[in-house]
Every structure is written in structure tokens, then in C-alpha cells.
């Protein structure tokens, strides 16, 4: 079993940066690829980003390309998403997401562990 915990969430003007943290309970988390997700009001989750269990290997969103940073430290058993050049429509629920197995890591159904979501709101 593995609990996630995010963390970073707030409110922030269109232009700047938040830096979103997801603690992990276990001793197996640097087994584990984990993923962001998001959810706006009124749309499905979708997928934000994903990192290996190493962390050699990432993937991202087409739409966050560029802007956003998945990065974890096995150490702290946690890991991150920066978020730079923050746009209004990046406005949603942030869930972070965990898996042993990595299949379709684009999808929701590729994820076993979920966390509770961190809401981020960015305002124009």
C-alpha cells in the first residue's frame, strides 16, 4: 500500500509559479512511476505528467510542454511538479498518482494509488 499526500497548492496570479510536492508512505516509493493529473471544474481528469521510478525517464502533456517540471528525490520519498508561466486555464485539482506497474501511464486506469488533490487556482 502507498498513501499520497500532496501538498503546494494556493492561489496565484496568470504568469507565475507554483511548485506542488507529494509525499509517499512506504518503503517501496523508488519502485514506483508516479504521475500528476488534473481536474477542472466541470471536465474529466487528465493526465499532467509522469516520471520512472529513477527518474531518467519523463512525460509530459502536450499542452504543459515546456512549462511544467516533473522531478522526484527517492531520499524524501516525494516528488514534484513545477509549474512555471502559469495560465488561468491551469486552473483544476491536482492529484498525484502512483504505480508498480507501468503500463499506459497516460491514462487514469494505469495508476493504482491516487492522492486526496490539491486544488491550484490561478486568477487572470
Known amino acids: 500500500q502507498v498513501q499520497l499526500v500532496e501538498s503546494g497548492g494556493g492561489l496565484v496570479q496568470a504568469g507565475g509559479s507554483l511548485r506542488l510536492s507529494c509525499a509517499a508512505s512506504?518503503?517501496?516509493?523508488?519502485?514506483?512511476?508516479m504521475g500528476w493529473f488534473r481536474q477542472a471544474p466541470g471536465k474529466e481528469r487528465e493526465f499532467v505528467a509522469a516520471i520512472t521510478w529513477s527518474g531518467v525517464s519523463t512525460f509530459y502533456a502536450d499542452s504543459v510542454k515546456g512549462r511544467l517540471t516533473i522531478s522526484r528525490d527517492n531520499t524524501k520519498n516525494t516528488v514534484y511538479l513545477q509549474m512555471n508561466s502559469l495560465k488561468p486555464e491551469a486552473t483544476a485539482v491536482y492529484y498525484c498518482?502512483?504505480?508498480?506497474?507501468?503500463?499506459?501511464?497516460?491514462?487514469?486506469?494505469?495508476?493504482?494509488?491516487w492522492g486526496q488533490g490539491i486544488q491550484v487556482t490561478v486568477s487572470s
Open positions: 498518482a502512483a504505480t508498480a506497474v507501468i503500463g499506459n501511464i497516460y491514462s487514469l486506469g494505469g495508476y493504482a494509488y
Open positions: 512506504g518503503r517501496t516509493f523508488s519502485t514506483y512511476a
